[in-house]
């Protein structure tokens, strides 16, 4: 079935660096979302974007839903230790697709 | 609001035995899901249900596989006889209003088959 394609899998930054990953897919969507799920968690909402070209922020968080409807982006500035963990896409078209996951290492 | 809630958090049995998750989704919201999750395959749904009622199943790996939702608040998915390689993390998730509606997952049952 249909995939979200997330990049990159995974990061290793230093504290206090920006993070950037992305989401595309092959077809249209009508609803982009973020979660992020922490070790032995379930996968938490993070930000939610409802419109082509919709610029979306949560605190250090920002997300963007794509104009071509096609894909995501999600921004995180001035990383901390607590933002380890696996970030998710989802995406909701006729059903609702997960991306592959980007895993985000922060060092000290 | 508590969330969507599942139990247990950890079930760990033997080869041949009957497993039962449960859970019990937000107040108010119509749908819920059950996803399987493993390093190999990632977050994979096998089940959905609508107002109670199952929409799409199509992901139940096999016969073992059985849920139920008798009412709006509560759910389980049965797995008779288990396997080892049905180990994995299993979660529940429930929305307002179908499938193109935001989801919001539990924590998630560990489960281990030896």
């Known amino acids: 079935g249909q995939q979200l394609n997330q990049s990159p899998q995974s990061m290793f930054i230093q504290e206090g660096e920006d993070v950037s990953m992305n989401c595309t897919s092959s077809s249209i969507f009508n609803t982009w979302l973020w979660y992020k799920q922490d070790p032995g968690e379930g996968p938490v909402l993070l930000i939610a974007?409802?419109?082509?070209?919709e610029l979306t922020s949560n605190g250090r968080l920002t997300a963007q839903f794509g104009i071509t409807r096609k894909d995501s982006f999600l921004n995180i500035s001035a990383s901390i230790p607590s933002d380890v963990g696996i970030y998710f896409c989802?995406?909701?078209?006729?059903?609702?697709?997960f991306g592959t996951g980007t895993s985000l290492t922060v060092i000290p | 609001d508590a969330g969507v809630i599942q139990s247990p958090r950890h079930e760990v049995t033997e080869m041949g035995q009957e497993v039962t998750l449960r859970c019990k989704p937000i107040?108010?919201?119509?749908?819920l899901f059950w996803y399987r999750q493993t390093m190999m395959r990632g977050l994979e749904l096998l089940i959905y249900f609508n107002n109670n009622v199952p929409i799409d199943d199509s992901g139940m790996p096999e016969d073992r596989f059985s849920a139920k939702m008798p009412n709006a608040s509560f759910s389980t998915l049965k797995i008779q006889p288990s396997e080892p390689r049905d180990s994995a993390v299993y979660f529940c998730?429930?929305?307002?209003?179908?499938?193109?509606?935001?989801?919001?997952f539990g924590p998630g049952t560990r489960l281990t088959v030896l």
């Open positions: 974007l409802y419109k082509a070209g």
């Open positions: 989802a995406g909701t078209g006729n059903q609702f697709y």
């Open positions: 998730a429930s929305s307002v209003a179908g499938f193109t509606d935001t989801q919001y």
């Open positions: 107040s108010g919201h119509n749908s």
